[in-house]
């Protein structure tokens, strides 16, 4: 694909999401939104969801690696894109910052976030960096322990840092004595389902790549790869950066959201087995398949809560969630979609094409498809007689 067609892509995903921006948050002109606030708020919670869904299963699906930490990640992603957001307000209004919060444009909102999230991603990547490098050279159940172990330790040490608010959560930080600048609510959808499209892109280009393949390799058989000659460590490594700095894009995010408040609990094991569950519905190793499982798995709560289930029965809503899970992992155990992708393949019917029936005649062909390949031992000289 030329740079030019791509450039044309971009800028068409781009307006649609900005159209898609206005018209689901305020509308257009006469027309009200098509969804109440409610439902917007789980829209983004979709996209925050696919951001964390597709960036685990580049190390869980791609890599092969059982990796428990995602919500620690999250975690540092969120509370350093908050802090750094509420001393880019400072340095842009200075003491005003307090007001400016609440007042900022769509521009200004869209620097300070966007600087925000950087910080965040690096913060995070690293953090997966100084996890990753000694927990990687183990397999298996051990490096879901020491993963496991690793972010419960991000959570704990987050709950001892006062400047951050400790166990009661972020909500705002002291810049300076007499000026408070809170944690704004600057994620919204454009932004939320720009970054899910690049953590798709980037997660389909790397499965693509020879890196992908690498780590293909790797899941497959780690000792053959590395009889093959590849660094099985670097790549599971670079890996492990990849998804936990989309992590932490995922956590900023999350934390700029309306009504999100950054503490500690939201950023259990719990969360990183919640995240695990959507890569599993929909298929370990199908960038698809962690769409539809994020997708699936944040609405299918909320439309449980909306059936009044609690109000008549209390916690059954998350008994019949669980059972859902239970009967699918019977039935479909490699998830939804296994490890395909959907595409054009599936909607377009076979094509009929000439294929020659010898390789030294090419004037000798036949029409065939897919239901009807050609038998070309005799060809090869591996036929019977």
């Not at 979709?46 to 960036?55: F, K, P, R």
């Not at 790869?225 to 670079?238: C, R, S």
């Not at 934390?255 to 990183?272: A, D, I, K, M």
């Amino acid at each position: 694909m030329g740079f030019a067609k791509k450039g044309i892509y971009v800028i068409v995903v781009v307006a649609v999401i900005l159209f898609l921006n206005y018209w689901l948050s305020t509308g257009i002109g006469p027309y009200e939104p098509p969804i109440g606030p409610y439902y917007f708020r789980i829209v983004m919670l979709i996209g925050i969801n696919v951001i964390l869904a597709v960036s685990l299963n580049l190390i869980n699906g791609l890599a092969g690696q059982f990796s428990l930490g995602h919500a620690g990640f999250m975690a540092v992603g969120g509370y350093v894109a908050a802090y750094v957001t509420c001393y880019l307000f400072y340095g842009l209004y200075g003491d005003d910052a307090p007001r400016a919060v609440l007042s900022a444009g769509f521009a200004a909102s869209s620097i300070v976030l966007l600087g925000g999230l950087f910080a965040g991603a690096v913060a995070a990547a690293v953090a997966g960096l100084v996890v990753g490098i000694p927990s990687l050279r183990l397999k298996g159940d051990y490096l879901a322990i020491v993963t496991l172990g690793f972010g419960e330790i991000i959570r704990v040490v987050i709950q001892n840092i006062d400047v951050v608010g400790g166990n009661t959560g972020f909500r705002d930080l002291t810049v300076k004595p007499g000026v408070v600048v809170p944690v704004a609510p600057l994620a919204n959808f454009f932004w939320i389902f720009v970054m899910a499209v690049v953590t798709v892109v980037v997660v389909r280009n790397i499965s693509t790549s020879t890196f992908g393949r690498a780590l293909t390799a790797i899941r497959e058989d780690e000792i053959a790869a590395e009889a093959m000659g590849i660094n099985t460590t670097y790549y599971k490594v670079l890996a492990f950066v990849i998804g936990s700095g989309f992590a932490g894009i995922a956590g900023g995010l999350s934390g700029h959201l309306f009504g999100n408040l950054l503490t500690p609990s939201t950023f259990t094991f719990v969360r990183s087995i919640e995240v695990i569950i959507m890569i599993v519905l929909g298929g370990i190793g199908s960038i698809t398949g962690a769409v539809i499982g994020a997708t699936g798995l944040t609405i299918l709560p909320e439309f449980l809560r909306k059936l009044g289930l609690d109000e008549a029965y209390p916690g059954l809503r998350m008994v019949i969630y669980s059972l859902t899970l239970i009967l699918l992992m019977i039935f479909r155990p490699q998830g939804l979609l296994g490890r395909r992708e959907f595409g054009w393949d599936w909607i377009r019917k076979p094509s009929k094409t000439k294929i020659p029936v010898s390789l030294t005649d090419s004037k000798d062909a036949i029409e065939h498809t897919a239901a009807r390949p050609v038998d070309r031992r005799s060809t090869l000289g591996g036929g019977d007689e």
